[in-house]
């Protein structure tokens, strides 16, 4: 059973930082995809940063380029998710997903989410 734990995630004041962490059990991490989604109330779920699933290259929205980055630690199971100079548009749940390609199907996995809440 695939398990994604979300922690990190608080109030934190304009142009403060956060990092989240997502530990992963139940997979081999090491050959999933993993990435970080959010949404913000009103709106559609959205892609925040993600691996590829060849870990080739990195995927980040236009709106965290220069102050979010992903990175992984496949030793600890663990996907991080540093944030800097963040905004209150950056307010939102934040969702761990891991996800594999099988046959040319995707298989989707998420955490539970883990609210951000930037305000003064």
């Known amino acids: 059973q695939v398990h994604l734990v979300e922690s990190g995630g608080g109030l934190v004041q304009p142009g403060g930082s956060l990092r989240l962490s997502c530990a992963a059990s139940?997979?081999?991490?090491?050959?999933?995809?993993m990435g970080w989604y959010r949404q913000a109330p009103g709106k559609q779920r959205e892609l925040v940063a993600t691996f590829s699933s060849g870990r080739s290259s990195i995927v980040y929205a236009d709106s965290v380029k220069g102050r979010f980055t992903i990175s992984r630690d496949n030793a600890k199971n663990t996907v991080y998710l540093q944030m800097n100079s963040l905004k209150p548009e950056d307010t939102a749940v934040y969702y761990c997903n891991a996800y594999i390609l099988s046959n040319g199907v995707r298989h989707d996995y998420w955490g539970q989410g883990i609210q951000v809440t930037v305000s003064s």
């Open positions: 139940g997979i081999i991490f090491s050959m999933y995809g």
